[in-house]
C-alpha cells in the first residue's frame, strides 16, 4: 500500500474513532458552541494506547479545556479582536477555540494540532457547528512556524488555550509566541495557572469555568485569559 492510501486509512481510522466514542455534547462554559466529548476521557486513553504501536499521549480532544473554554468565551464575548482576522488555534484539541473565532467573524480560521485523532475531532466540531475549518496537522514547534509557509506565517491573532502544563513544551512555546506578538500579531493565552505558564503575560480577563471535577480536582477552575507582549 502506497504512503496516500496509508494516510487516507489512518484518517478514517480516526474519524471512526472519535465518533464512536465520543458524542456532541454542548461546552459547559461556552453552551454556544457544541463539541464531540468523551464520557469517560480515561477509559478512551487506555483504548487509544491498546490500539497503538506504543504509547499514546492523553486524548486531550475529547473534553474542554478549562484554559480552551476561558479563552472562547472571551473572543465570543469581544468578537472585534477577531473579525475579518486570520486566526490561528494552536494546539486546538476538538476546535473550541477555532469554532469560537470562526462564529464571531474571523475571516480565516486555522486549526493546528500534532494528534491525528484531534485533527479529526476539530473537523467534526466544524461541521456540528456550521462553521469552516482549515484544519491542519503540524507541531508548531517543529521548524519555524512563523516562516513564509509556516503555520503561523500569516496569523493576525494567535489563539493558545491551556498549554503552559509542561515545562519542555512552554520552554519552547514562549519565544515563538513573543516572536508572534513582535510581528504584530494579537496572541492571547487562556490558562488557569498551570505549573508551567510564564510570567510577564498581561492578563486582560478572567472566567469562572466549570470543569470536570475527576480531571481537574475542583468544580469550577478561576482561568485567565492572557495577552503575550
Known amino acids: 500500500m502506497g504512503g496516500v492510501e496509508r494516510e487516507a486509512d489512518d484518517v478514517r481510522a480516526a474519524d471512526r474513532l472519535v465518533r464512536e466514542r465520543a458524542a456532541p455534547v454542548p461546552v459547559p462554559g461556552v453552551p454556544e458552541v457544541v463539541l464531540p466529548t468523551a464520557a469517560d476521557v480515561l477509559e478512551l486513553w487506555e483504548e487509544t494506547e491498546r490500539g497503538s ?44 477555540v477555532a469554532v469560537a473565532a470562526a462564529l464571531a467573524g474571523a475571516a480565516r480560521v486555522r486549526a493546528v494540532d500534532v494528534d491525528p485523532l484531534a485533527v479529526a475531532a476539530a473537523r467534526w466540531s466544524a461541521d456540528l457547528n456550521g462553521v469552516g475549518l482549515e484544519v491542519v496537522r503540524a507541531d508548531v514547534l517543529a521548524g519555524d512556524a512563523l516562516s513564509r509557509g509556516g503555520v503561523l506565517a500569516d496569523a493576525r491573532v494567535v489563539l493558545v488555550g491551556d498549554l503552559f502544563y509542561e515545562r519542555a513544551t512552554a520552554q519552547r512555546l514562549l519565544p515563538l509566541l513573543r516572536r508572534a506578538a513582535g510581528a504584530g500579531a494579537l496572541v492571547l493565552v487562556g490558562d488557569p495557572g498551570r505549573a508551567y505558564l510564564p510570567t510577564g503575560l498581561e492578563e486582560v480577563a478572567r472566567h469562572e469555568v466549570p470543569v470536570v471535577a475527576h480531571l481537574e480536582d475542583a468544580d469550577v477552575r478561576s482561568t485567565a485569559v492572557l495577552r503575550v507582549v
Open 53 to 96: 504501536d506504543g504509547p499514546r499521549p492523553p486524548p486531550f480532544w475529547g473534553f474542554p479545556w478549562v484554559g480552551g473554554q476561558a479563552l472562547a468565551r472571551h473572543v465570543l464575548d469581544h468578537p472585534a479582536l477577531v473579525a475579518g482576522a486570520r486566526v490561528v488555534d494552536v494546539a486546538c484539541g476538538s476546535g473550541l
